[in-house]
């Protein structure tokens, strides 16, 4: 028998996003039905930003105890239990897994239905035996990494972000299939951790990032011992042996490996939500929004990965907010792509916000490119972290309108320039600030305060400081 319900809010996807909503409006005391037909926390929680920064922070643990001479500590090659490695990487998922559980959103007031939701009509969401006719919806269904179709590959065993930490034995030698953020963090991971690592990039490593930040990258990840190539296009895979693999690139190379790993970006789940039955337009990069993120159905929103933008567990929860601002006070939020930050956790880290060089130029002509380097800092010379810099864009009338920076701790750094850009902050407004010494954050305020020093060598400059001087 179906049974009907009619909450305020039903959300499809219990992924940062959408749980995000739930709570939110919950909180509010709104009737919230939650429909997941996967693990609640979704790719995040299980598969992406936390299990890989788990496996990250063991890779960077091996890594400084092969490094401590320079602090005057022996250096010594760890003994890695990689089993051990993966109880780590799950006990942090289970730690947090809490937070995102059924139990937690129904003592919230969240009705939670564990299964798949498809729209039966511009209105009406099927869920199991459920039929939900809601106020308002909000899909966020997330993304799933993308298989590219490369002859051969359904004949080898294929490991994506969603199954390469369960493994629990370390890849001998591990082949990577793309070079973007992925690819390249559990490159070094696995590096660090004893495993042999080639990847193979279609186009440039790092593509997206600042050509000048992504050298630097690359140069640490072959200094590691990471083979990388570039501009090579994978035309075949098969099976090698009984269980490794061969890949074929465009340029006649021949590339065998234990393991091979797909991480060639990600596609945005819409397949078996019936999105045309609701009057939803969609393509395979996701759903199609305004920039208040609503779909051409006026009662449902999308909102995180499958809403087609940056592709971050931030960035769906700040959507969450605008939707949350939208649905239940009536307010025209508006999504600023131009204030998302993001980071990618190599070592250094690579993190941005606002505006690139070039795309600084087009938009506002003229601009002011500042740069201060981490080997300036004292608590980097302390750490022994002094590759890297803090490269500072501000338009004509001194307004900030994108930074980048390159170094230890760059994910953390970046939270201050966010804010800025932001508020629409120019750079003398971050040459006010006092950052505590000794701090990496005291990188950023130097690269402000340089926008200045021309000033000081300017001949008016010296004559009114001469003539003030006459004063006492």
């Keep these: 028998m179906t049974k009907t319900l009619t909450p305020d809010i039903c959300v499809i996807g219990a992924g940062s996003g959408g749980l995000s909503v739930a709570a939110g409006a919950a909180a509010f005391?709104?009737?919230?039905?939650?429909?997941?037909?996967?693990?609640?926390?979704?790719?995040?929680?299980?598969?992406?930003?936390?299990?890989?920064?788990?496996?990250?922070?063991?890779?960077?643990?091996?890594h400084a105890m092969r490094h401590g001479a320079q602090f005057g500590i022996a250096d010594a090659e760890p003994d890695i239990d990689f089993r051990k490695v993966g109880r780590h990487v799950h006990g942090v998922i289970d730690a947090i897994a809490p937070n995102d559980s059924v139990e937690r959103f129904t003592a919230l007031g969240v009705r939670v239905i564990r299964d798949h939701a498809r729209f039966k009509d511009a209105r009406t969401v099927i869920?199991?035996?459920?039929?939900?006719?809601?106020?308002r919806f909000v899909v966020a269904t997330g993304s799933s990494p993308a298989i590219p179709p490369i002859p051969g590959l359904d004949t080898v065993e294929v490991l994506t972000n969603e199954t390469i930490f369960d493994l629990t034995r370390r890849p001998a030698k591990l082949v990577i299939i793309g070079g973007g953020p992925i690819g390249s963090e559990l490159a070094q991971a696995y590096r660090?951790?004893?495993?042999?690592?080639?990847?193979?990039?279609?186009?440039?490593?790092?593509?997206?990032?600042?050509?000048?930040?992504?050298?630097?990258?690359?140069?640490?990840?072959?200094?590691?011992?990471?083979?990388?190539?570039?501009?090579?296009?994978?035309?075949?895979?098969?099976?090698?042996?009984?269980?490794?693999?061969?890949?074929?690139?465009?340029?006649d190379e021949i590339i065998d490996g234990t393991h091979l790993l797909i991480a060639a970006?990600?596609?945005?789940?819409?397949?078996?939500?019936?999105?045309?039955?609701?009057?939803?337009?969609?393509?395979?990069?996701?759903?199609?929004?305004?920039?208040?993120?609503?779909?051409?159905?006026?009662?449902?929103?999308?909102?995180?990965?499958?809403?087609?933008?940056?592709q971050f567990t931030h960035v769906?929860?700040?959507?969450?907010?605008?939707?949350?601002?939208?649905?239940?006070?009536?307010?025209?939020?508006?999504?600023?792509?131009?204030?998302?930050?993001?980071?990618?956790?190599?070592?250094?880290?690579?993190?941005?916000?606002?505006?690139?060089?070039?795309?600084?130029?087009?938009?506002h002509g003229r601009i002011n490119v500042l740069r201060w380097p981490y080997a300036e800092n004292d608590r980097a010379q302390a750490e022994r972290q002094t590759q890297g810099f803090v490269k500072l864009i501000a338009d004509r009338k001194e307004r900030i309108v994108?930074?980048?920076?390159?170094?230890?701790?760059?994910?953390?750094?970046?939270?201050?320039?966010?804010?800025?850009?932001?508020?629409?902050?120019?750079?003398?407004?971050?040459?006010?600030?006092?950052?505590?010494?000794?701090?990496?954050?005291?990188?950023?305020?130097?690269?402000?305060?340089?926008?200045?020093?021309?000033?000081?060598?300017?001949?008016?400059?010296?004559?009114?400081?001469?003539?003030?001087?006459?004063?006492?």
């Design 127 to 135: 869920a199991g035996d459920h039929e939900i006719r809601a106020r």
């Design 29 to 62: 005391g709104v009737s919230v039905v939650l429909v997941e037909k996967g693990k609640m926390g979704g790719d995040c929680l299980n598969y992406g930003c936390v299990p890989s920064k788990a496996l990250i922070a063991a890779g960077k643990h091996a």
């Design 316 to 363: 769906a929860g700040y959507h969450a907010g605008l939707v949350i601002r939208a649905i239940l006070f009536r307010l025209k939020a508006r999504e600023d792509r131009t204030i998302l930050p993001r980071v990618t956790y190599t070592d250094p880290e690579i993190a941005h916000v606002g505006l690139g060089e070039e795309d600084a130029r087009k938009a």
């Design 402 to 472: 994108g930074v980048s920076i390159v170094g230890a701790q760059a994910g953390e750094l970046i939270g201050i320039w966010a804010l800025a850009i932001s508020k629409g902050m120019r750079v003398r407004d971050m040459t006010g600030y006092v950052p505590a010494y000794p701090t990496m954050g005291e990188i950023g305020k130097r690269a402000a305060v340089s926008y200045f020093a021309a000033a000081a060598r300017k001949p008016i400059v010296r004559r009114l400081v001469r003539f003030l001087r006459i004063f006492g």
């Design 265 to 310: 970006g990600r596609k945005a789940n819409v397949e078996g939500l019936d999105l045309d039955k609701a009057g939803i337009d969609f393509t395979p990069k996701g759903v199609t929004v305004s920039d208040t993120l609503r779909t051409t159905n006026r009662r449902v929103y999308a909102i995180g990965d499958v809403a087609g933008g940056p």
């Design 192 to 251: 660090r951790l004893g495993a042999e690592v080639v990847v193979i990039e279609a186009e440039t490593m790092l593509g997206r990032e600042d050509p000048e930040l992504a050298a630097i990258v690359m140069a640490r990840l072959r200094a590691e011992g990471i083979e990388l190539r570039e501009h090579a296009r994978v035309t075949q895979v098969e099976r090698r042996g009984k269980s490794g693999v061969r890949v074929h690139v465009d340029n």
